[in-house]
Nanobody, 122 residues
């Protein structure tokens, strides 16, 4: 009923930039929080950044380098990643905490995207 589709991953050299996008679609009534998480090989999934309204939250490791933003009209969240480091290499997952409406029924859902690979390497 609701899906998140990420794009924008790829290979970039250290110090480079990438912009990830995540578009939500389906039976969406409203989106509370959208965010990005990442999982590096052999590690647990970790928070990168979240946005709720105008409030943002970042992991210490990305503060000052990454910027999360959101286009409410498009139900889309972005992650601008600058000054990328090899340790930023991971699969990046989009996440949304939202309300879905089907007919007269509302449901709160947490939805994950399929992930997009970011590789930072020379």
């Amino acid at each position: 009923q609701v899906q998140l589709v990420e794009s924008g991953g790829g290979l970039v050299q250290p110090g480079g930039s990438l912009r990830l996008s995540c578009a939500a679609s389906g039976t969406i009534f409203g989106i509370n929080v959208m965010g990005w998480y990442r999982q590096a090989p052999g590690k647990e999934r970790e928070l990168v950044a979240t946005i709720s309204g105008v409030s943002t939250n970042y992991a210490d490791s990305v503060k000052g380098r990454f910027t999360i933003s959101r286009d409410n009209a498009k139900n889309t969240v972005y992650l601008q990643m600058n000054s990328l480091k090899p340790e930023d290499t991971a699969v990046y997952y989009c996440n949304a905490d939202l309300a879905s409406k089907v007919g007269l029924t509302y449901r709160n859902l947490e939805v994950w995207g399929q992930g997009t690979l970011v590789t930072v390497s020379s």
